[in-house]
């Protein structure tokens, strides 16, 4: 039978669903949590420095500006340039990184992005409009369980190659704003505005949509 | 500055006020006149309770309860529903003390209901990392002491909730989930303490299983599978392999109360291919006998040597009293991940070899040496670096984690088992970088094939261990088999695992169907049994996830006429006769 709650159970329920902070209360919160956690890596990603050795910004979210480099393979470091995209696919793992103190965002796997070029005349109206010579940029985490998305395979339910997060099967098209095609996941991936200048590429502006894996309530 | 704090602190008191406002409609808590867990309880449970994964220390899930039974059951209907309010897979048993149930779900929450009426007493959800990488989202419940309860956690830590409110009382961080350190399982409770193992093989951990003191959650000792320099069994191992050779210890241990010994399973190897990790490679793919007290391992039994398949062995063996070859034996049965059914002998200081069969077809084992147990290899079926390599059954094995049932009434053995699968991998030398998957393979290399022609794939076996023996077998003719099953004294077993989304009640001493109910998703969680007032119930998650999932993906891809089209989301579903 339901009866008024105890101020054990109101204290309880304050601790479960606090209101959401300030911008600047929510940065710090985050950069003491991601500073007092030991780094990693994720999936197709480089090896990290450990927290400790992490430096200022290298857990932030891409901003304006940054620029891109290469996250894995032979070229780890380096920038990642139009030239460096094969049309087509498939896409460049890579992370952003600050033009001007040279600091990697690596120290927060949410940061790692995929980079394609495809056939413009692939993409649907709001992602054209949205790609750079048709260069395109997500997050590279799944919006479902948070796995990596690590392949670039024929589709499940299709006969397209699309991005695949092989945790738990689920698939995206990144010709359609990387909407979900395949398998569990709820959402698409969040996309990154980039911009494209003399062949350089760079950070247009803020992920669009959540980055990482649902979570309840 | 001031006026903003002082914004803020009017804005969350308004906010409190509201949640608990909101909140008073919805919640029957905080619980009163809870029953606390004893020692004594736990080895000797009501039979109208289930306080321990499979009810009682042995790990048999059998239910003594009988008012449910082969006659009536027909006559089996919803009592109560409740939605979780998540999707993936839900797995845990709801556990019942006296009248409460708790239910674990995926994303780390918990919560207490009325296990008669279904109303709500309290919820814990517990925040976790925006960026924890969850390869298996979901929990195998929650244990009991006392007045409180025990969660581990997929962030790695181990959470005791007060059990009349739910509020924390402790949270002790066990290992850095950035790591690939996580734990899916309910945690085992013995005499004070609370133990656990780590999940994380895919990620080239070293598997452990740990215990905490109840009270105050301060660690009390660690035993690592793997064994480390100096210690025995070391030298089963070559180089550094030992460090990140996997053997995770994903799944709650049994007990044996008249000698004190806990038997944990233990997982495979990591890499995959064993030629990354040369030599029987102790303690993975066995079972180990340890001191609660101390975590001191007694003895071990290895099912099979330098796993190369990913056949983890973590469920924990049946400790079942048999009377096979005209001697009582004290038995561990486990039919394994490795397609064998193993009936082994524990003593005091040794487990020894009895028997093993294979339940499912393989072409991996040629044959088991009578002497030391140990499987007989085909290399050719063995997976090696730089060539592809095929295998019967496939990596989800004959069995895989979802648990087999003993009937103390009929005596058999009943196996959720697969039938008709093969996969296969082409091994491949990738450097570990910690936190990210190290199978030894690219994860899109991995397949599963049904067999060409096929006529069923999941099946409902009832094995007699004493003369090794099937009794019966019911097969699913377009569906896995993928979740755990439980017996009762009404002579009946219980188990959901197939993408129709149906929960079933088999005859368990024919095998035959008796009842089905259609759940809103498909059931990988455990069936439960309890008794409230004189009336019998019958309790199990319906939520389709994790490997159920990928396993049913696989099948839609195999042209064999299967979607991969079953719902996800979470619903406890009570069942008791219609009156």
Known sequence: ?217 | MKTSITKKQWYLSGFVAFTCLVSTAAIAGPIENYAPVTQQRLENPEPGNWMLYRRTYDGQGYSPLDQINTSNVKNLTPVWTFATGVVEGHEAPPIVNNGVMFVATPMGQVIALNAKTGDEYWRYKRQLPDDLFQLHPTSRGVGLWEDKLYLATTDDHVVALDAKTGKVVWDTKVQDYKKGQYMTLMPLIVDGKVIVGGSGGEFGVRGYVAAFDAKDGKELWRTFTIPGEGEPGHDTWQGDDWKNGGGSAWMTGNYDKDTKTIYWGVGNAAPWPGEMHPGDNLYTSSVLALDPGTGKIKTYHQYHQNDSWDWDEVEAPMLIDLQRDGRNIKSLVHPGRDAIFWVLERTPTKINYVAGWPFVATDVWKGIDAESGKPIVDPDHKPVVGKRVEFCPSLWGGKDWPSAAYSQKTGLVYVPANENFCGGFTGEKIALKPGELWLGTKPEDIGLKAKPGADHFGELQAWDPATGKKVWQHNFPKSQLFGSVTATAGDLVFAGGTNDRNFRAFNAKTGELLWEQKTNSGIMGMPVSYEIDGTQYVAVQSGWGVDAQRIQDALATNNIGIESNVPQGGVIWVFALKK
Not at chain 1, 144 to 155: I, L, N, R
Request: with cysteine; charged share 25%; net charge negative.
């Open chain 1, 1 to 217: 039978m339901a009866r008024a709650l105890s101020n054990t159970h109101c204290s309880s329920s304050e601790t479960v669903a606090e209101p959401e902070a300030d911008e600047s209360t929510e940065q710090t919160r985050r950069a003491i949590l991601l500073g007092a956690l030991a780094s990693t890596a994720c999936l197709g990603c480089s090896t990290r420095a450990h927290a400790a050795e992490d430096p200022p910004g290298s857990d932030e979210r891409p901003q304006r500006g940054d620029v891109l480099v290469f996250s894995e393979g032979d070229q780890e470091g380096k920038l990642v340039t139009a030239a460096d995209l094969p049309a087509g696919g498939p896409p460049v793992h890579a992370w952003p990184k600050d033009p001007k103190t040279s600091v990697v965002r690596s120290a927060s796997r949410l940061n790692e992005i995929l980079i394609i070029r495809l056939d413009p005349a692939e993409l649907d109206e709001q992602t054209k409009a949205r790609a750079v010579d048709g260069i395109l940029a997500y997050s590279a985490i799944c919006s479902h369980a948070g796995c990596p998305v690590t392949a670039w395979v024929k589709s499940d339910a299709g006969d397209k190659e699309v991005f695949k997060c092989m945790c738990h099967n689920s698939e995206y098209d990144p010709r359609a704003g990387a909407q979900v095609v395949f398998g569990p996941a709820p959402r698409r991936l969040a996309a990154l505005p980039l911009a494209l200048a003399d062949g350089a590429l760079s950070v247009a502006g803020n992920f669009i949509g959540k980055v990482g894996g649902a979570q309840p309530g």
